[in-house]
């Protein structure tokens, strides 16, 4: 999420990455901590605080991006388009149904 959003709450990426507020507090403080990510004042909204990727943070995704590429084509060798196609469909719709269980 920090990767697709130039600039991002905390708030906003808890919820997009449906953990709670407090787990990201945790997880943004540690990514601070190891200098992936810097919190800067909105330019319009001062009270609200925005996250961003340093440039030590885009080439840590970068590298980890191209590592999870590599597993995927891995986990799908001798799979068909149409069969990687179909398991990405179930996969979807056993975390939707893993999101919605909670509620």
């Known amino acids: 999420m920090l990767n ?11 919820r ?8 990201m507090t945790s997880t943004v403080a540690k990514l601070e901590g190891r200098g992936l990510l810097i919190r800067e004042p909105h330019p319009v909204h001062g009270t609200l ?3 961003r990727l ?3 943070g885009r080439e ?5 991006d191209a590592r999870v590429t590599e597993l995927d084509d891995h986990l799908a060798h001798g799979l068909t388009a149409a ?12 975390a939707d149904n893993a999101a919605g269980a909670g509620s």
Do not use: D, M, W, Y
């Open 16 to 23: 997009r990455c449906q953990v709670t507020p407090q787990t």
């Open 4 to 14: 697709e959003h130039a600039a991002i709450t905390s708030a906003e990426l808890a």
């Open 54 to 56: 340093t440039p030590r």
């Open 49 to 51: 605080v925005e996250l």
């Open 60 to 64: 840590l995704f970068r590298l980890a």
């Open 83 to 94: 069969e990687v196609e179909s398991l990405k469909g179930l996969l979807t719709r056993v």
